[in-house]
């Protein structure tokens, strides 16, 4: 191995210490070290399983912690015995060792810098699951198909992160797609990754359903929001929250279409509505309807606190039907984030759930 090479792998190790020792500090790994080492006493008392909820908030906490304070543990106790072998395999010429470091470092830099992008999770929600709601456009066949693409995207991005993807509700379109459709993901950090795709998406290509074969554009809304737990504090007047419930719609079962297990709540004083039809039982979606319902009124509260904040007229602005973040244009291979200038020309890989390019530009312009 040249002499450059291994003054490569040495400065490598180097950097990925001090950037380690920066992380323990912003991170505040002293604190969440003598934190996590309460949660796992108060954890290992029996009777806290008496109470479901705490124990479940305490597991959440613990899961939290152990992924920063775990991980550095591991990342510096890693980079020590890189540095160790790096040394052993320089004095005695051992080429495969020095090999084995190198690919040693280069998965401990990859969790550096996961740790790293976490810096940029700023919103406390971030670490929560979310929802996302997508919306077809004005325009019919064309709009209704590519909103339907939209979800397909964004259900392959949750399978690629390794989240838990749930289809809450969906509203197939007359001919393909959908006009609307509700998804949940659930995983580390799924509301932080997911929040900046909120907006307007925007398709310009030749459409298949067009016998001339012309260009056609088409638009679709995405909302993300975050799934509100307990311990956050959402009052919610009874009285306010009108319930429909309706027959599911879908291919057909023993069940399908045959009762109302569908739910719909509109809470009147928003004009908020939440559908749920993902499960066959009544009370199981009406359940599911009420978290999702306080997930939006907890994330429409908190827009309204931020515009209050930025002096900005428009309540739903960055939702709007003329707010577009990003454009799609097929035929020229192009996808371009209009808020970051980020672009791409992998149209497959992008509507294969490609996603972390625009997330982490979109995160580093805070958006």
């Not at 991980?71 to 510096?76: A, G, I, N, Q, Y």
């Not at 515009?307 to 960055?318: G, H, I």
């Not at 291979?333 to 890989?349: A, C, M, P, Q």
Request: hydrophobic letters at 35%.
């Amino acid at each position: 191995m040249e002499a450059e090479q291994l003054n490569q792998i040495e400065n490598r190790v180097a950097d990925l210490v001090s950037r380690s020792e920066e992380l323990r500090k912003y991170l505040d790994y002293p604190g969440k070290s003598d934190r996590l080492e309460e949660v796992v006493r108060l954890m290992e008392d029996p009777d806290i399983w008496n109470d479901q909820k705490k124990a479940q908030e305490l597991g959440r906490e613990r899961k939290a912690l152990e992924g920063v304070v775990v991980v550095l543990d591991e990342v510096l106790a890693g980079l020590g015995d890189a540095k160790d072998l790096f040394d052993m395999g320089k004095e005695e010429g051992d080429f495969d060792t020095l090999q084995a470091v190198s690919d040693d470092v280069d998965a401990i830099a990859a969790r550096v810098e996961e740790l790293e992008f976490r810096r940029m999770f700023n919103h406390p929600m971030d670490p929560m699951p979310c929802f996302i709601d997508i919306q077809s456009g004005a325009g019919g066949t064309e709009a209704q198909d590519w909103a339907g693409m939209l979800l397909r995207m964004y259900v392959r991005y949750g399978e690629r992160k390794g989240f838990t993807v749930e289809v809450m509700e969906q509203s197939d379109g007359d001919i393909v797609g959908i006009s609307q459709a509700t998804i949940k993901l659930t995983g580390d950090y799924a509301y932080g990754f997911l929040r900046t795709e909120t907006g307007v998406h925007r398709l310009v290509r030749c459409s298949p359903y067009d016998s001339n074969n012309r260009r056609h554009t088409s638009f679709a809304s995405v909302f993300v929001y975050p799934e509100v737990d307990d311990s956050f504090e959402i009052e919610i007047n009874p009285a306010d929250v009108r319930t429909d419930t309706y027959r599911a719609s879908g291919a057909g079962g023993q069940h399908i279409n045959k009762t109302d297990s569908a739910v719909r709540l509109t809470h009147i004083p928003t004009n908020t509505v939440v559908q749920c039809q993902n499960d066959r039982s009544q009370h199981k979606n009406r359940d599911e309807a009420w978290k999702m319902l306080r997930a939006k009124l907890y994330e429409l509260e908190l827009r309204k606190r931020m515009e209050a904040q930025q002096s900005l007229e428009a309540t739903k602005s960055d939702i709007g039907w003329g707010h577009q973040i990003r454009s799609y244009v097929f035929d020229q291979s192009r996808i371009k984030d209009l808020r970051t200038s980020y672009e791409v020309g992998n149209i497959k890989g992008v509507m294969d759930g490609d996603l972390e390019g625009f997330i982490a530009a979109s995160l580093k312009h805070g958006v």
